[in-house]
Every structure is written in C-alpha cells, then in structure tokens.
C-alpha cells in the first residue's frame, strides 16, 4: 500500500489534492505486480535443460582430471587406460630378499626381481641412456577350449568328406595357436579317444613342434608294439599310413630295434618297403657316410642272402649295402655268392649313374674320367665278364646285366666293349642283347652293317634284337636307312612291323606322314596295323572308316584304337559294331568295349 500511495503523490498537484479511493489503491497495487512480474526470467528452462548438461561436463572433467601436483597417480577407474599415456609402474613396497628370483616379462624378457621393470611404452627410461624403446606387441589371445573343440571337429569333418582345404586350415589355425591355450591337450585326447585311423594322422599332423609329436609317437608305440613289430597284422583302414608317419618321430634307441626285427623276420612288410623304398636315400646315405656307419648292415646282407623278401626291396636293400662300402677297399667276397649276385644288374644300372657324384662329392673340378669310378669296379667288371661267359648263369640275369652295362658311366669303358664283342662273338643265346647294345653304341657303318644283317636272321629274337638296336642308336639317317631296307626288302612280316615302328618312334615329327604312306590298301598287312596303332586320337573318325575295312586285322585294330580312346560318345558306334561285322570275334571286341563306355 505504500509504494502504491507514493506513486499516487508523485502526481500532479491537482490529483495530490485528491484524496484516492480505496478502489483506486487496490487496481494500482495490482498493476504495479503485473509489471514486476512481467520483468522476471522463467527459472525452469534452467532447471531441466541447462543444470543437467552442466553436471554432466562437470563429471567427465572430474574422471579424466589429471594427477596430483605431488607426482602419484590417480586413483584407476573401473577401466583403466593403459595406452600410450601410461605411466611406468614404481617399485614394488615388498621387494623380494633373494637377488636370485628372476622373472620373466610378457615378451620373454629377463630382468631381476630387484631392479625395475624396463620400460615398455614406447617413453624414455631415466635410467638408460635415454634412448626410446619401441612398444611391445599386442598378445595373441586366449582361445578357449569351445574354439579348440569346433575346430578338432573341423578336421574330423574334412577326412570324412575329403575336404583338404578345410583339413589344412584347422590344422593351421591349431599350430598357430599351440601357446594361446590347451591346444596339445585336446589334440592328445581327441587322438586317445578317436577310432578313425585317417582322422587320427590328421590330428597329429597339427601337432606344433618336435617334442609333442615325438611323445605322442612314442606312447602310440608303447600301446601298438605288436603292429611296429608285425606280430599282429590286423590293421584297419589307413593304419599302416598312420604307423608309418609315427615311425618317424620315435627315439633313435627304438627305431634301431624295429628295423633289427623287421630285417631278421622280414615283418611287418609295409615297414621293410619304408626301408627300401627310396632309390635315393642309398645315394644320401653314401654322401654323408650314414650307411658306413650302420650297424645293421650284416642283417641286412642275409636278408638279401636268403632271396625271400620281394625282389624291390632286396634290390633296394643291397645297393645301400654296397653303398656303405669304401671307394678304396676291394670287392667284397660276399658280392661273389650267388644269392648276391642276382641283385647286381640293380645296383649297376641305379648305382653306378651317381658314382662320380658319390665318390668326388667335395672335389673343387670334375674328376678325370679314370678317377671316376671306385677302387673295386675293376674287379667287380672281371666278374660279371666271367658270368657272361659261362654256360651255367641264368639267361635272364645276364640280359639284365647286359643291359645294366649300357649306363653313360659304364660302356664306354674298355672292359665294357671287351666283353660285348665277346658276347656278340660267341652268338650264345644272349646273342639278341648283345646286339641291342651294340646298336646303342654304333658308330661306324660296319656297326650298322652287322645290325642290319642281323635283321635277316631266320630267328625272330635275333632280328628283333637287331631292330632294337636299331632304333637305340644315336640320332641319324645311318640308323633310318637301314631301318627302311628291312621294311623295302625283308622277308618276316613280323620284323617288318618291328621295323616300321621302330622308324616310327625315331622320326615322331614324320610319323603322320610315315602312317600316311604305309596305310594304303597295297602295302602288308602287317604294317597296315602299325600305321592304324599309330594315328592320332583326334583323327577318330578316320579310324571310324578303317573300323568297316574289308582286312580283318585292319577292323581289329582300329576298333582297339577306339576302345582305348575311352570317349563315351563313341558308344553307339562300338554297340553298332558290336551287332553287324561278320566277325564273331570282332564283335565281341566291339561289345566289350561298349560296355565300358556305358
């Protein structure tokens, strides 16, 4: 009321002499509180939209503040940030007594309990020279053994479908992850528990490093012996491939045992072809003197002896013997026995090619070519000479040795050509491979000249080896010229057949042309079927036309081009055949390979 009567005297004078009424006062009073009111600011944009930013930016100030004046770190939060804004950790309060505790850091550093930990954040040390330390790289993670489980599963399921690429990628994906959880753990009991031979060797392919395999190789061993040792021979499907791959791994001690029993009793065989399997492995076991050094080779000499393990392995078995003999040392008398023997075409036709490299392995120039060979060959040459010119040796195993003789490092040595002559000389019944090597080392016309008369022998084995060495002589129109005078003027159909193939296999560039010129209906019949054998596979249906020739032979052979080709499309043609030629026999022909194609 006052502030409303103060107003009411600052009036002019004539309303001041009025006195105001009641009503008056009260419509001023009530003015003057509109007006006030109308001045104000509204509070409540403040207090729902301004206040609650304001308190939020408050609080992330307060949680990302940084440290104290006094250099100690803030209290962490629930996350920390360990980033490239850490700071070094500080010395542990309860240091360890003992000088000797080390430890070792995530990268596999070392460092001792009592010093500080190095720097790892890429920030200066204090305490170094103040050079800058690169960050450590971020850690593989943990898998889990859900991870380790599905991807187990994942091998399993590839050997089953034959899926290689998924088999590869989960064995990969277990080695590379062999450190980051019990990897090798469930790898040991998904092989202890599986019965899948096939399955079992891929998971022990995934197997990260030398030492598990070689334990886990070992404990299948301890729990199958009776299968290393052949004593038990039933093995499942893809057995021996995983016994065979676990035989690689087993300790030196164990592996000497099987081989000493597979030797001796010639069990199991899948491990004897292991350890005569490789023709190269005598080779590297004479580089490295490994063979030399070997104390089972008087085993393996008796079993070579006793000629019952199949002829391969035998073979295999006696060129490492001999390959663990000294190039200086003379020709063992056991090479002399019989049972021996029969092994040497082997040895000369595999061995003797890496002599040079065998014997001067470390030379600094090649040697020279009488420096080349061991100390023993000499001898070792008189000997086979003497079998070859004995009546009493098998006929086969001097063809075997003749033709063993014909390696680039053996026939152009003197005793080689000596005994050649001879042989050719004698015309015993290795006659025929006499002259094969004597084609494959012609070089004269008398060399040719004797071939192709040889050719005229009235024995078919004698003309044929004639041709042989015919088409084995060195590149050259000698060899052709003489190969078509039989073809021209021979009088055995069926060397002349041999000739003409024979021409055919020298000359592949000419050989259409050559099949072209002796397919005419005027030249023998006999060769008629050579060209027929010898044109292309694309040319199907020229053998399609010859198929209907008026020459049995000719259909014959043309319908056996055909089956050979194994094209389906050529089904209705062979089921056609099959029902019309005149020939019963050419028939049968047909429908047999018909049914092939179906």
């Given at each position: 009321m006052r502030s409303a009567l103060a107003v009411w005297r600052a009036r002019s004078f004539n309303d001041y002499m009025a006195e105001p009424t009641d009503e008056q006062l009260m419509a001023e009073a009530d003015r003057l509180k509109q007006a006030d009111a109308n001045k104000r600011l509204p509070w409540w944009p403040f207090f729902y939209c301004v206040l609650p930013v304001l308190l939020a930016l408050g609080l992330i100030v307060f949680v990302n503040r940084p440290g104290n004046n006094d250099g100690r770190p803030n209290k962490p939060n629930a996350v920390p940030d360990l980033g490239a804004q850490g700071r070094p950790l500080t010395?542990?309060?309860?240091?360890?007594?003992?000088?000797?505790?080390?430890?070792?850091?995530?990268?596999?550093?070392?460092?001792?309990?009592?010093?500080?930990?190095?720097?790892?954040?890429?920030?200066?040390?204090?305490?170094?020279?103040?050079?800058?330390?690169?960050?450590?790289?971020?850690?593989?993670?943990?898998?889990?053994?859900?991870?380790?489980?599905?991807?187990?599963?994942?091998?399993?399921?590839?050997?089953?479908?034959n899926d290689p690429r998924t088999v590869a990628s989960a064995q990969q994906w277990l080695r590379d992850n062999a450190k980051n959880g019990p990897v090798a753990e469930r790898i040991t009991a998904a092989l202890t528990s599986e019965q899948n031979a096939r399955i079992r060797l891929a998971?022990?392919?995934?197997?990260?490093?030398?030492?598990?395999?070689?334990?886990?190789?070992?404990?299948?061993?301890?729990?199958?012996?009776?299968?290393?040792?052949?004593?038990?021979?039933?093995?499942?499907?893809?057995?021996?491939?995983?016994?065979?791959?676990?035989?690689?791994?087993?300790?030196?001690?164990?592996i000497t045992t099987v081989r000493q029993n597979s030797f001796r009793t010639e069990k199991p065989l899948w491990l004897l072809k292991r350890f005569g399997a490789e023709?190269?492995?005598?080779?590297?076991?004479?580089?490295?003197?490994?063979?030399?050094?070997?104390?089972?080779?008087?085993?393996?000499?008796?079993?070579?002896?006793?000629?019952?393990?199949?002829?391969?392995?035998?073979?295999?078995l006696f060129?490492?013997?001999?390959?663990?003999?000294?190039?200086?040392?003379?020709?063992?008398?056991?090479?002399?026995?019989?049972?021996?023997?029969?092994?040497?075409?082997?040895?000369?036709?595999?061995?003797?090619?890496?002599?040079?490299?065998?014997?001067?392995?470390?030379?600094?120039?090649?040697?020279?070519?009488?420096?080349?060979d061991h100390a023993y060959l000499p001898e070792l040459l008189q000997y086979i000479r003497d079998l070859l010119a004995t009546t009493i040796v098998d006929k086969d195993l001097k063809s075997q040795l003749i033709a063993a003789l014909g390696n680039a490092n053996l026939r152009q040595r003197p005793e080689v050509t000596e005994m050649i002559n001879?042989?050719?000389?004698?015309?015993?019944?290795?006659?025929?491979?006499?002259?094969?090597?004597?084609?494959?080392?012609?070089?004269?016309?008398?060399?040719?000249?004797?071939?192709?008369?040889?050719?005229?022998?009235?024995?078919?084995e004698v003309a044929r080896g004639a041709i042989k060495g015919l088409k084995d002589a060195p590149a050259g129109e000698a060899a052709d010229l003489r190969l078509r005078e039989i073809l021209n003027e021979g009088t055995n159909d069926g060397v002349k057949a041999d000739a003409f193939a024979a021409l055919i296999e020298r000359n592949p560039r000419d050989a259409q042309k050559l099949v072209d010129e002796y397919i005419d209906p005027a030249k023998p019949v006999t060769l008629r079927v050579v060209a027929v054998a010898h044109i292309p596979a694309k040319d199907v249906e020229r053998l399609q036309d010859l198929a209907e020739d008026s020459e049995l032979k000719i259909r014959q052979a043309a319908i056996n081009r055909l089956g050979a080709l194994k094209d389906k499309k050529l089904h209705s043609f062979l089921k056609r055949v099959s029902t019309h030629d005149t020939s019963p026999v050419l028939r049968q022909l047909a429908a047999k390979y018909a049914k092939e194609l179906e």
């Open positions: 010395k542990p309060a309860n240091v360890p007594k003992d000088e000797s505790r080390a430890h070792t850091m995530d990268d596999g550093g070392y460092y001792d309990g009592l010093k500080e930990p190095p720097v790892k954040d890429g920030t200066v040390d204090p305490a170094k020279d103040g050079k800058t330390k690169e960050p450590d790289p971020t850690p593989n993670p943990v898998v889990s053994d859900f991870e380790i489980e599905i991807t187990i599963r994942n091998i399993a399921t590839g050997v089953k479908n998971l022990f392919d995934a197997i990260a490093g030398l030492e598990p395999r070689q334990k886990w190789a070992m404990t299948v061993y301890a729990g199958r012996t009776a299968k290393f040792m052949g004593t038990e021979e039933n093995y499942t499907e893809g057995e021996i491939d995983e016994l065979e791959a676990y035989f690689r791994y087993l300790d030196d001690p164990t023709r190269s492995s005598f080779v590297i076991a004479a580089l490295n003197d490994t063979a030399k050094k070997d104390p089972l080779l008087p085993d393996i000499l008796e079993l070579v002896k006793r000629g019952t393990a199949p002829a391969e392995i035998r073979e295999n060129l490492y013997w001999m390959s663990a003999l000294d190039e200086n040392s003379a020709l063992p008398t056991e090479v002399r026995d019989p049972r021996v023997t029969a092994n040497l075409p082997a040895f000369l036709r595999v061995y003797y090619p890496f002599s040079p490299l065998i014997v001067h392995l470390n030379g600094t120039k090649p040697p020279e070519p009488e420096q080349r001879a042989g050719l000389a004698r015309k015993d019944d290795n006659y025929p491979d006499y002259l094969a090597f004597a084609g494959s080392q012609a070089r004269t016309s008398k060399d040719y000249d004797l071939l192709r008369s040889a050719a005229n022998d009235p024995k078919p």
